[in-house]
């Protein structure tokens, strides 16, 4: 099975980050047919973007919902407001819904869950998602041009995995910004490099496609060795996994 199909069955199983109440939703609702193999994809390499593309086959394929608009770019002025990820009809309750999608992977420190890319963090993430990407169905520049969609209801659906050091003992949250966190995303663990050899297991890195669901490591794949200068994403043979951070991180 190719990493894409392994990706997109993790995306139709896998919670939400936070508890399903809205404008929060998973995807685990939706009738939808998971097809045994993907074809190969083609477009942005970056997670995110093979993400959207993923959810999009997903509510293409479900009976549920139908995409009215995706991936529309606004702008006010000459300048750019962002995208709106889509705009769905609900079947089932006959309400349009706009839906803003999400994949990420956070690390726990001193409180606050720091990506690997240390510039990005939860909470600046949820605030961005909720108050200008969810809003944008609301501006002046959607109603504008899309009229018959101005009420649409919010829905955002943020899925990845929550990772805690094991070495260093912290208070894991259970809300941010006021939203409860999903317990069962916290699934993943992290150290530091000179943490490593605590680890005691061999580890393989893992592709970006394989962030989400994992990957197969084939027997004679070289283990990783201790990272210095770069994050490794990687995951043990029974499946276990781990981010690797240099010892300067989150300020290096």
């Not at 980050?17 to 939808?32: D, Y």
């Amino acid at each position: 099975m190719s990493s894409v199909t392994r990706f997109y069955q993790w995306i139709t199983s896998s919670p939400s980050l936070f508890e399903t109440r809205l404008p929060f939703v998973s995807l685990s609702h939706l009738n939808a047919t998971v097809p045994n193999d993907i074809e190969p994809y083609q477009g942005n390499a970056r997670l995110g973007f093979l993400y959207q593309y993923l959810c999009s086959k997903l509510l293409r394929q479900s009976t549920q919902y139908q995409i009215e608009l995706e991936e529309v770019q606004l702008q006010s002025n000459g300048k750019t407001l962002g995208a709106l990820d889509f705009l769905l009809l609900n079947r089932e309750s006959g309400q349009f819904e706009h839906w803003e999608v999400a994949i990420k992977f956070y690390l726990l420190l001193d409180g606050k869950w720091y990506g690997p890319n240390a510039q990005d963090r939860l909470d600046k993430k949820l605030d961005h998602m909720l108050n200008h990407q969810l809003k944008m169905s609301c501006s002046t520049a959607f109603v504008q041009q899309y009229g018959q969609y101005q009420h649409s209801q919010p829905r955002l659906l943020m899925q990845g995995r929550l990772y805690i050091n094991p070495f260093l003992p912290q208070d894991i949250p259970t809300h941010c910004l006021g939203y409860p966190i999903n317990p069962d995303t916290i699934a993943g663990y992290w150290c530091f490099a000179h943490q490593w050899p605590q680890i005691n297991q061999p580890l393989y890195e893992l592709s970006k496609a394989d962030w989400a669901a994992g990957g197969m490591a084939a027997a004679d794949a070289p283990a990783v060795e201790k990272p210095q200068k770069r994050f490794i994403h990687a995951q043990s043979r029974n499946g276990q996994f781990w981010f690797i951070v240099p010892d300067n991180w989150p300020h290096g």
